[in-house]
């Protein structure tokens, strides 16, 4: 099974800032990777598809990249609504998996 | 406009079955290249994947759920239903269904269901 590993697991950064998130995958998916943002209490929304495609509706600030089997969500300039947990998901071999998250806090 | 809602019941005994559907409206499962999946969240984890059943019929599980897992799809309904057999503790959880188009994770979810496995 492909093991997916998210890192790092909480962050705490301010309005402003850039932050990156990064799902390293055990063997290749190709581009077959989500990312996703879940807050509290609510169903996960996906943010970017096949690595790199933004969702409709998805801010501009929100970007995908690969690099061999290591995947990056960026977020250019975090805003207050971009506080949440952040998920990487693996559909190209199954069974698919996602990564354990990343809580990004307010520093 | 995609919409997904799950049912069923919020509470099950060890050892039961649990039966969850999921209703659907704004898409087809008989259209090319659709997906209804299910994954879960136990309260304060990660989000796991358990299973999709796609238009041509093609599914797939979890095998980590040990063949506990069946999912089936009714496209005149527009329905999706997953059953858990021999439930535990270690099921309870939030359970989402979610749509899908080949090549894309899943881009609707429903609100959820918060299901929890007790005696």
């Known amino acids: 099974d492909i093991q997916m590993t998210q890192s790092p697991s909480t962050l705490s950064a301010s309005e402003g800032d850039r932050v990156t998130i990064t799902c390293r995958a055990s063997e290749g998916i190709s581009n077959s990777l989500a990312w996703y943002q879940q807050k509290p209490g609510r169903a996960p929304k996906l943010l970017i598809y096949e690595a790199s495609k933004l969702e409709g509706g998805v801010p501009s600030r929100f970007s995908g990249s690969r690099s061999g089997t290591e995947f990056t969500l960026a977020i250019s300039s975090l805003q207050p609504d971009d506080f949440a947990t952040y998920y990487c998901?693996?559909?190209?071999?199954?069974?698919?998996?996602f990564g354990q998250g990343t809580k990004v806090g307010i520093k | 406009q995609i919409t997904l809602k799950e049912s069923g019941p919020t509470l099950v005994k060890p050892t039961q079955t649990l039966t969850l559907t999921c209703t659907f409206s704004g898409f087809s499962l008989s259209t090319s290249e659709v997906g209804v999946g299910w994954v879960r969240q136990p309260p304060g984890k990660a989000l796991e994947w358990l299973a999709i059943?796609?238009?041509?019929?093609?599914?797939h599980d979890n095998p980590s759920l040990k063949n506990r897992l069946t999912i089936t799809k009714d496209t005149s309904k527009n329905q999706v239903v997953l059953t858990v057999t021999n439930v535990d503790p270690l099921d309870t959880a939030t359970y989402y269904c979610a749509h899908r188009l080949i090549y894309r994770g899943f881009s609707h979810w429903g609100q959820g269901i918060l299901v929890t496995v007790s005696s």
């Open positions: 059943i796609h238009w041509n019929d093609d599914k």
């Open positions: 998901h693996q559909y190209h071999l199954y069974p698919w998996a």
